[in-house]
């Protein structure tokens, strides 16, 4: 079965540091997503992605965080100068386009983010 | 504003008895609704979800829901639980469709443990 593959697992980084989380989303999908959970909290929505642009982004993502496909496989999660409150767990996901809004969304294992 | 709220940290269930996982939303117009399940170390798997049509949902695992509108719920339940099953259930609601993408919004989350 398909499988949305991120890495790293786990990383450590200090405070201030730049931190690139990376994700292989399903081949055929064509819409990719981050979300957080910090720990003991709820998973987060931070954006969607589409056409190589930003579909939909929440509050949580602001100008420290950016989104980027360098290429035709991978998606990127970038926290330019981290912050203690960055530390969770950030999961990928991807979907195809359903026109009823039903389509689903296959989550990676996800990436434990720890700030000091 | 679209909310999943899941009224109970933990269930505890005896293996072989019928478990039930609770979950409410609010959302304007009609809802999509999903169950994602969490076992540790892994991403968020799909279980189900609820578009439309008949309000008994059945997913994997053995596992089904119920929709009820009157009462905006979408309760998770299985006949005869079993010890793998024992994981974090997520309830989502999908908050936004636009051209073909699904912002779900998450609930808290339920541990449902399971005893032999």
């Known amino acids: 079965e398909p499988e949305v593959t991120q890495t790293p697992s786990h990383q450590v980084t200090q405070m201030g540091q730049e931190v690139i989380l990376r994700c292989v989303p399903i081949?055929?999908?064509?819409?990719f997503y981050w979300y957080r959970q910090i720990l003991g909290q709820k998973v987060e929505f931070l954006v969607s992605?589409?056409?190589?642009?930003?579909?939909?982004k929440s509050e949580i993502f602001d100008d420290q965080f950016s989104v980027e496909r360098p290429d035709g496989s991978n998606f990127t999660l970038k926290i330019r100068s981290t912050k203690l409150e960055d530390s969770a767990m950030y999961f990928c996901?991807?979907?195809?386009?359903?026109?009823?809004?039903?389509?689903?969304?296959?989550f990676g294992a996800g990436s434990r983010l720890t700030v000091l | 504003a679209q909310s999943v709220a899941q009224p109970e940290d933990q269930v505890n269930v005896a293996e072989g008895n019928p478990l039930t996982v609770k979950c409410t939303y609010s959302?304007?117009?009609?809802?999509?609704l999903f169950w994602y399940v969490q076992y540790p170390n892994r991403g968020l798997q799909f279980l189900l979800k609820?578009?439309?049509?008949?309000?008994l949902v059945k997913g994997s695992y053995g596992f089904e829901a119920e929709f009820n509108k009157s009462q905006t719920s979408f309760h998770l339940k299985k006949p005869s639980a079993l010890v793998s099953d024992s994981a974090l259930y997520f309830c989502?609601?999908?908050?936004?469709?636009?051209?073909?993408?699904?912002?779900?919004?998450f609930g808290a989350g339920t541990r449902l443990a399971v005893h032999p």
């Open positions: 996901a991807s979907s195809v386009p359903l026109p009823s809004g039903a389509n689903v969304l296959t």
């Open positions: 081949s055929n999908h064509l819409y």
């Open positions: 992605f589409y056409n190589n642009e930003i579909s939909e």
């Open positions: 959302v304007s117009g009609n809802p999509y």
């Open positions: 609820y578009i439309t049509g008949d309000n």
């Open positions: 989502a609601v999908s908050a936004t469709f636009s051209g073909g993408y699904n912002k779900l919004i």
